[in-house]
Nanobody, 123 residues
Framework: QAQLMESGGGSVQAGGSLRLSCGAS????????MAWFRQAPGKQREGVAAIFAAVGRSSYDMSVKGRFTVSQERNSVFLQMNSLTHEDTGIYYCAYSGVTWPNCDLHSEFTTWGQGTQVTVSS
């Protein structure tokens, strides 16, 4: 059974950094379309970053470009978040899609999701 599990969330002051991890079991992340999403209180879930590690390509939402970096190592995906602001607060989810490159982006159909990890940025 495919599963994703996020970790690394927490509370940080504005301007700080966090590194989120997403460990996978029952599926391989390197040859897959993987992404990070987030959902702030009272708002819709939004895509943050996507990666297709097998071809070395990634994409980002404009709100995090230049501050967040998505990467893959072994069977995990990571999200390095720098220069955090209060607007980055939310539950962060890791997701898997079976689409192939070049159809991998934040609008792809993601079929497996983690349970989420809370990120709170205080201003």
């Amino acid at each position: 059974q495919a599963q994703l599990m996020e970790s690394g969330g927490g509370s940080v002051q504005a301007g700080g950094s966090l590194r989120l991890s997403c460990g996978a079991s029952g599926l391989s992340v390197r040859p897959a379309c993987m992404a990070w999403f987030r959902q702030a209180p009272g708002k819709q879930r939004e895509g943050v970053a996507a990666i297709f590690a097998a071809v070395g390509r990634s994409s980002y939402d404009m709100s995090v470009k230049g501050r967040f970096t998505v990467s893959q190592e072994r069977n995990s995906v990571f999200l390095q978040m720098n220069s955090l602001t209060h607007e980055d607060t939310g539950i962060y989810y890791c997701a898997y899609s079976g689409v192939t490159w070049p159809n991998c982006d934040l609008h792809s159909e993601f079929t497996t999701w983690g349970q989420g990890t809370q990120v709170t940025v205080s201003s």
